[in-house]
């Protein structure tokens, strides 16, 4: 058996019950294969074991008391999964289906994603399994004031800084960071995605979304394309979603939908994005009241988004929201180019049914790194104690996701994978936390 397919079994047998995790291991190190084996110093140094273990995984007790004087009990995660290049760097993710598996899949994502954007930082994730949806302001801050009384002993600004994901934005930011600073009395860069009065950096909010449609742009540009008058497919109607619609619409493209956990919008006309914006950012509402806006759009219950015909479809919800079906039927309807705004929403048989039929794929951990960036970046000004104009920091991020583009072809076509993003940006993002784990030796 070869080493790569050695360590993926072991990875199978030792987390058999986290699918999310194996899932993204085996994405990586089946594509990672030809590269490992020319390159034998990796396996001659366990890099590989190493890589898919991570450093430190905590796990701990979140209570909290709800509007009723109730006391309910969440679990909280924080994974350090890699500090080669970096302090470990990753979002919190809220959501009632968190559990280990997924924090781990997310962290393993994060280390290669991390890496790509060329910024110094490592990979890490945390989260809880607590509900957002429908809790009062004070329940919030309760929760993540709670959660912080934990986390704060395990993270630091040269350790571990962690950010929003799923179920964590600004709102939830400044809470961590109020009880984080009340609790050690310093006032730190411990968290990104903070507000702009208290050390946040323009562009972060907007940044994994226009990052995409820069991802995007770099990926028609290599086929001779652009963006002007595409029809654009969106999933997911969060942070994501969101800024990826704006700068699609900015940049001269159609966004026909957008989704939530209940239902999607078909607007032919294009998504109002100031009406989408006052539903989901300021009202904190479903899509349902999407059509009192633009009475000319249609509402569906459930999921939906990939049987409309179109030119570019952006995944922006969740993990494994496109399967194979949803693939196929985006293919049979033409689809010219795929990127993933959310971490691995294409289950492995979907990117598949794209790698065959030869359609531009934009993987995740590639086309998604503009957030991270931009939190790298946020970390850089803490540091100096400055703040950059959104200009400055919008070319940075347009710098950062050309340079990946650049970087995930030039080593797919150098291991003769042709133009799959897949392999490219797995074995760019690989390559540096393999060889500073070497220079590193045995930790
Ligand atoms: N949650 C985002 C991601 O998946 C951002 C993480 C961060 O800014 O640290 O990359």
Redo the contacts with the bound molecule.
């Keep these: 058996m070869s080493y790569v397919s050695n360590v993926l079994e072991q990875v199978k047998e030792k987390n058999a019950d986290q699918p999310q995790f194996i899932q993204a291991v085996t994405e990586v190190l089946t594509t990672l294969e030809p590269f490992i084996e020319k390159n034998p110093q990796y396996e001659a140094a366990g890099i590989l074991e190493r890589l898919t273990e991570p450093e430190r995984q905590i796990i701990f007790r979140v209570p909290w008391v709800d509007d009723n004087g109730k006391v309910h009990v969440n679990r909280g995660f924080r994974v350090q999964f890699n500090s080669a290049i970096g302090p470990y760097?990753?979002?919190l993710r809220l959501h009632p289906s968190v559990n280990l598996g997924i924090i781990k899949f997310?962290g393993f994502e994060?280390i290669l994603?991390n890496s790509l954007t060329g910024l110094p930082i490592g990979g890490g994730k945390g989260g809880s399994d607590f509900d957002p949806k429908g809790k009062s302001d004070r329940e919030i801050m309760a929760f993540c004031q709670s959660f912080m009384t934990e986390l704060f002993r395990h993270i630091g600004p040269d350790t571990d800084v962690?950010?929003?994901?799923i179920g964590v934005g600004g709102r939830e930011i400044g809470y961590l960071y109020g009880q984080y600073k009340r609790i050690r009395n310093a006032y730190e860069s411990v968290l990104?995605?903070k507000g702009l009065t208290y050390g946040g950096s323009l562009v972060r909010t907007e940044a994994?979304g226009y990052g995409l449609l820069y991802f995007v742009n770099a990926m028609l540009r290599h086929l001779g394309e652009t963006i002007q008058g595409k029809t654009v497919v969106i999933s997911g109607a969060g942070n994501v979603a969101i800024y990826a619609a704006v700068k699609a619409t900015q940049l001269g493209a159609k966004v026909v939908t957008m989704s939530d956990s209940n239902g999607w919008v078909y607007d032919a006309e294009g998504i109002d994005i100031a009406a989408i914006k006052e539903i989901k950012e300021a009202n904190r509402q479903r899509l349902t009241e999407y059509k009192k806006y633009r009475p000319n759009s249609e509402y569906h219950e459930g999921k939906g988004v990939w049987s409309v015909p179109c030119d570019i479809a952006l995944p922006c919800a969740t993990q494994n929201e496109l399967d194979q079906a949803d693939a196929e039927m985006l293919v049979k309807n033409g689809v010219m180019l795929v990127a993933e705004g959310a971490?691995m929403p294409s289950t492995l048989e979907a990117t598949d049914v794209f790698l065959k039929n030869k359609i531009p794929f934009g993987p995740a951990k590639a086309a998604?790194a503009g957030?991270?960036a931009i939190?790298a970046i946020e970390m850089s000004q803490n540091s100096l104690r400055l703040s950059w104009t959104f200009e400055d920091v919008d070319a940075r991020l347009q710098d950062i996701m050309e340079n990946i583009h650049k970087n995930a072809t030039a080593a797919a076509e150098e291991y003769g994978f042709g133009y799959n993003l897949v392999a490219g940006a797995n074995i760019a993002g690989f390559k540096k936390v393999a060889d500073t784990m070497l220079a590193q030796g045995i930790v």
């Design positions: 760097k990753g979002g997310l994060q994603k962690p950010a929003g994901d990104t995605g994994t971490n998604n957030g991270v939190s």
